[in-house]
């Protein structure tokens, strides 16, 4: 399976941007950038997820380089709410997630 | 609420018991899956079931059963389980298992303390 690369943590202030970067130079041409989300002591929660183009829906964007060897996943405004492990997966077209240690968000009021 | 319920929410269990995790979905979902989160690890993918059929074993110890009665149901049965069993335990379901456009969706997972 392909890797993805993450910092193991990022820090931000509420109601400022954050950005997540995700590096994954191993990437096949069908594998599909997902990015899903923990937050404590609950199970993980899909985000978002894209191929080639950038995408955007009501929690997230996801902007993807050009040549799909990495991706930043945008939280246009940090709440609270968003503190949480950030997970970048790829996935091919079967069922597997690969879950890895992800990002820990910290949002600071 | 993500349509995935998981119960209990909490289990405590000696290492002789045995007892059951129940996992439903009310997505009209085709596949479910169990999940395994140890403190400081990754989560595990255990087993998936796609139309109740076993799919993937995850080289899972037999202390560990699963059960899929139909594709709303999902349990995990246990019994003689050792301390470092104890874990967080997630179920998920997802439309299609081999599609990766199909996002799956998690339950709120069962916190289990083997003592």
């Known amino acids: 399976d392909a890797k993805t690369t993450q910092p193991n943590s990022m820090e931000s202030n509420e109601e400022e941007p954050v950005h997540l970067p995700c590096n994954h130079s191993t990437i096949s041409g069908t594998d599909y950038i997902h990015w899903y989300r923990q937050l404590p002591s609950q199970g993980p929660e899909y985000v978002i997820h894209g191929l080639t183009s950038n995408v955007n829906n009501r929690m997230a964007s996801l902007a993807i380089a050009e040549d799909r060897k990495s991706s930043t996943l945008i939280l246009h405004r940090a709440t609270l709410r968003d503190a949480a492990v950030y997970y970048c997966?790829?996935?091919?077209?079967?069922?597997?997630?690969?879950f890895g240690a992800g990002t820990t968000v910290t949002v600071r009021a | 609420e993500t349509g995935v319920t998981q119960t209990p929410r909490h289990l405590v269990m000696g290492m002789t018991n045995k007892k059951s995790l129940k996992c439903e979905q009310h997505l009209g979902h085709n596949a479910m899956y169990w999940y395994k989160q140890s403190a400081k690890k990754p989560l595990e993918l255990m087993f998936v079931y796609n139309f109740k059929e076993q799919t993937e074993n995850n080289s899972v110890p037999s202390r560990f059963s699963p059960e899929c009665p139909n594709s709303s149901h999902l349990f995990l049965h246990l019994h003689t389980l050792q301390p470092e069993d104890s874990a967080l335990y997630l179920c998920?379901?997802?439309?299609?298992?081999?599609?990766?456009?199909?996002?799956?969706?998690f339950g709120p997972g069962t916190r289990l303390t083997v003592t």
């Open positions: 998920a379901s997802s439309q299609d298992p081999g599609l990766a456009v199909y996002e799956q969706y």
């Open positions: 997966i790829l996935r091919d077209n079967d069922y597997k997630l690969s």
